[in-house]
């Protein structure tokens, strides 16, 4: 998949206009400010429906302005092209994909597979639990739709769950166990067999671009502990329900799973300095698109925000070096930034300067 054309309208501070991106790699150079990450975060809106950067759709509609009209046409791996085009108005989103309105962002996440650099990535190795979850519950369902779907279903059954316990409606508590059980537990078991195949990858990673030996993995460490039947889950959930009308919420499931990267002497978090938790958490991105890859066969869209900054130039070097598998990548730089050893064959170079986006000479 390939985006050819940006066309923007009332989008953050970028200039109503259009962008020729018809080019595997999409260079955005600039002071900060200016507007990049805009143009990363717009690729990012046409293939997730949201933002990487904000849960308030206000945020991403020029001052002044009651509207957002992005548009993109792309080119997929069959050279068939498509346009999709995402629509906020007053606050109610609409995603267009080739004339049709999506209902399900599913869709686009399967049609326009996309992963994202961010400086927020560093969360992935010393940041809260939920990060990590975050992480790879996309990941995963990236490939997987019933990984998705079942995702889905816990929440909202977690959220009917909670509601009976601080209600006192304990006697639905019964019910919502045993569906909550069995959606979690299939999304324990992928997520088990999800994290063992991306230690297939990420640990050789870290050593290739580190230069290290320092063995780091993920370690996957579920809720509901060593439980593995819906039987032994629900007595779980009946002997802790006292615990959890006292705390009114429920206090253990798949909402609770922990994934911690640790290397020979625990935690990383903890051992780690900051450069290498900085590495070890770009990685996980790096990672993310192999495992894509190995699980779909596809090529991701890959934008990179500006990430490569706190990098020595040895490991820069090397990182880019290993991004060899791709279909199309924006990546984001200062001015005069040394970013490839060598010009790329296939490349876009754009100037951005308040929002307006113009080819460098």
């Known amino acids: 998949m390939r ?12 200039d109503n206009s ?12 600039g002071i900060n400010g200016q507007g990049k990450t805009n143009i990363l975060e717009s690729v990012y809106l046409l293939s997730y429906g949201s933002s990487f950067r904000t849960s308030n759709s206000k945020e991403i509609i020029t001052f002044n302005k009651d509207s957002v009209h992005i ?51 560093i969360n992935f190795v010393k940041g809260e639990p939920e990060y990590r979850r975050r992480f790879f519950d996309q990941t995963f369902s990236m490939y997987d739709p019933l990984y998705l779907d079942n995702l889905r279903r816990y929440k909202i059954i977690l959220m009917q769950r909670n509601a009976a316990i601080k209600s006192k409606q304990i006697s639905l508590l019964s019910l919502y166990d045993e569906r909550l059980v069995r959606y979690g ?35 996957y ?55 290498q938790i900085r590495l070890a958490s770009l990685l ?14 596809k090529k991701p869209v890959l934008l990179i925000d500006d990430v490569l900054l706190e990098l020595d130039n040895i490991k820069r070097g090397s990182f880019l070096s290993l991004l060899t598998d791709y279909s199309q990548a924006f990546f984001t730089f200062l001015p005069d930034e040394k970013y490839f050893s060598s010009r790329k064959d296939e490349m876009l170079e754009y100037i951005v300067m308040e929002g307006k986006v113009e080819k460098k000479a």
Not at 3 to 14: Q, W
Not at 18 to 29: A, P, R
Not at 284 to 297: C, D, H, P, Q, S
Request: charged fraction near 30%; include cysteine; hydrophobic fraction near 30%.
């Open 3 to 14: 985006f050819k054309e940006l066309k923007y309208y009332n989008f953050r501070n970028i």
């Open 18 to 29: 259009s962008i020729d991106t018809d080019c595997q790699n999409v260079i955005l150079e």
């Open 71 to 121: 548009v993109g046409i792309a080119c997929d791996d069959d050279g068939i092209e498509h346009k999709v085009e995402y629509i906020n108005h007053s606050g109610k989103r609409k995603i267009i994909l080739d004339g049709k309105d999506i209902r399900d962002r599913k869709e686009l996440i399967y049609n326009f597979p996309s992963i994202v650099f961010s400086h927020e990535d």
């Open 185 to 219: 537990l299939d999304i324990s078991s992928k997520r088990e067999e999800g994290v063992k195949m991306f230690n297939d990858i990420f640990p050789s990673l870290y050593k290739e671009i580190s230069g290290t030996e320092k063995n780091l993995s993920i370690k």
């Open 221 to 275: 460490q579920p809720s509901w502990r060593e439980l593995k039947s819906e039987d032994e889950v629900m007595n779980y959930l009946e002997s802790t329900r006292e615990r959890d009308i006292n705390l009114m919420t429920t206090s253990s499931g798949i909402h609770r799973d922990r994934f911690t990267v640790f290397d020979d002497n625990g935690p990383f978090s903890q051992s780690g300095s900051t450069g």
């Open 284 to 297: 996980f991105r790096l990672a993310e698109a192999r495992f894509f890859i190995k699980m779909t066969g």
